[in-house]
C-alpha cells in the first residue's frame, strides 16, 4: 500500500497499531515505518481516526533533532571518506618502502 494515502489499508494499519515513520528528522517523508506486531495491553495511538502515518505520536522520544545537513556539507563530507579510502591504496607500504602495495597492484591489473 501507499503509506503517504491515509486512506491506504497501510496507512490505516499505521495509525491503528501504533507505527511511526523511521527517521522523519532526515525530512524525506519516509515510507519505511516502524509497525509493532501489535499495540501493548491499555495503550491505543493518539489520535487514532485523524492522524496521517506521518503525525502519529505513538513514537518513542528521539534523542534531539538535527537538521539535514547542506549539500555542501555532505560533499565535503563525501570527499573525504573518498581521500581516505582511495589514500590508503595510493600509499606505498611501510614494511617495503618504495613498494606498491599488494591492493594497488590488484588495482592497476584490473
Do not use: C, W
Not at 538535527?66 to 611501510?94: D, I, M, N
Amino acid at each position: 500500500g501507499d503509506v503517504h494515502d491515509p486512506e491506504s489499508e497501510v496507512s490505516r494499519a499505521i495509525r491503528e497499531r501504533g507505527g511511526y515513520a523511521l527517521m522523519p528528522e532526515l525530512g524525506t517523508r519516509p515510507a519505511n515505518h516502524y509497525l509493532p506486531r501489535q499495540l501493548p495491553q491499555g495503550a491505543a495511538p493518539a489520535n487514532a481516526e485523524a492522524a496521517s502515518p506521518h503525525q502519529t505520536t505513538a513514537r518513542p522520544q528521539a534523542a534531539a533533532v538535527r537538521p539535514a545537513p547542506s549539500e555542501a556539507a555532505l560533499e565535503v563530507e563525501a570527499r573525504g571518506l573518498f581521500a581516505k579510502l582511495f589514500g590508503a591504496f595510493s600509499k606505498p607500504s611501510q614494511t617495503h618502502a618504495g613498494h606498491k602495495t599488494a591492493e594497488v597492484t590488484q588495482l592497476e591489473a584490473r
